[in-house]
Antibody, heavy 121, light 112 residues
């Protein structure tokens, strides 16, 4: 059974930093792309960043230059370092496993339970 | 405002059929990018419902089906049940921006 367990969320002041972690189990972690998707309170889903199994990385324009995605394949763990946080970054952040043959077919086939990040003074 | 457009809400009585649309453009759905659908029950994480336009993951009832044509896609739910009441999101890939996986704005399904 695939499990994704996020941690690291919490309350942070505007301009502050936070690091999210996602521990994966039940599949060969280093062979899959992993991603972060966020959902602001009462809003829809927004893709944030992707880490490919081979090391490629992609970011949404809304977080580029502020967020850094990384992974430790030896610990089956995905990270999201978030700097220069803004009020509009307040959201539940989901870790998800990606599946697909090419960029245009990628989808998110397993999701964690989410970690709430609140940016407020 | 999402690049993939969904109706904010749809509704239907138990047993009925509902369709949720997802309208994109020539840089995403129309560019032969696959469309996927997710179901999000209240207070829970999203769950993959349809992948690759019309494929169901193991465990998803065949009451759920997807289709794609041109720059649009649809999710059909037949034999509506109370437990289908949820938010539904379409998702695709857009080649007009730097590697961007897009979601529709979401559709709230109410079972009357």
């Amino acid at each position: 059974e695939i499990q994704l367990l996020e941690s690291g969320g919490g309350l942070v002041q505007p301009g502050g930093s936070l690091r999210l972690s996602c521990v994966a189990s039940g599949f060969t972690f280093n062979t899959y792309s992993m991603t972060w998707v966020r959902q602001a309170p009462g809003k829809g889903l927004e893709w944030v960043a992707r880490s490919g199994g081979g090391g490629s990385i992609d970011y949404a324009d809304s977080v580029k230059g502020r967020f850094t995605i990384s992974r430790d394949n030896s610990k089956n763990t995905l990270f999201l370092q978030m700097n220069s946080l803004r009020a509009e970054d307040t959201a539940v952040f989901y870790c998800a496993k990606m599946r697909g043959q090419r960029y245009s077919s990628y989808h998110f086939d397993s999701w964690g339970q989410g970690s709430l990040v609140t940016v407020a003074s | 405002q999402s690049v993939l457009t969904q109706p904010p809400s749809v509704s239907g009585a138990p047993g009925q059929r509902v369709i949720i649309s997802c309208t994109g453009s020539s840089s995403n759905i129309g560019a032969d990018s696959d469309v996927h659908w997710y179901q999000q029950l209240p207070g829970t994480a999203p769950k993959l419902l349809i992948f690759g336009n019309n494929n169901r993951p193991s465990g998803v009832p065949d009451r759920f089906s997807g289709s794609k044509s041109g720059t649009s896609a649809s999710l059909a739910i037949t034999g509506l049940q109370a437990e289908d009441e949820a938010d539904y999101y379409c998702q695709s890939y857009d080649n007009s921006v730097s590697n961007n996986w897009l979601f529709g704005g979401g559709t709230k399904l109410t079972v009357l």
